[in-house]
Nanobody
Framework: VQLQASGGGLVQAGGSLRLSCAAA?????????MGWFRQAPGKEREFVGA????????YYADSVKGRFTISRDNAKITLYLEMNSLNPEDTAVYYC????????????WGQGTLVTVSS
């Protein structure tokens, strides 16, 4: 599956932003486990959060827990990352990713969308 992430931009500290991710061909992402990662300038890519094929299962990095929320639309076409209380340390390129099984690495990636948080 080829993924496309969107919704990045410039936001002031304390603000909010919502990222979206969908398959390039419009297919549903049902039964795919989805995740968000980010890579800040000069740093390695890090895990942000993930959601199972069942929307009841979500996981977050400690650095974003309580501020970020991952969700899917009911049609399982679009994945979202709602980001609140943003701070400059959240500045990064954000990537969505997908995998079929829980015990394998994420193997399908979107192109990334840049989020810049100004102080």
């Amino acid at each position: 599956v080829q993924l496309q992430a969107s919704g990045g931009g410039l936001v002031q500290a304390g603000g909010s932003l919502r990222l979206s991710c969908a398959a390039a061909d419009g297919r549903t992402l049902d039964y795919w486990r989805m995740g968000w990662f980010r890579q800040a300038p000069g740093k390695e890519r890090e895990f942000v959060g993930a959601i199972g094929w069942s929307t009841a299962l979500t996981y977050y990095a400690d650095s974003v827990k309580g501020r970020f929320t991952i969700s899917r639309d009911n049609a399982k076409i679009t994945l979202y990352l709602e980001m609140n209380s943003l701070n400059p340390e959240d500045t990064a390129v954000y990537y969505c990713a997908a995998k079929r099984s829980a015990n394998v690495p994420f193997g399908y990636w979107g192109q990334g969308t840049l989020v810049t948080v100004s102080s």
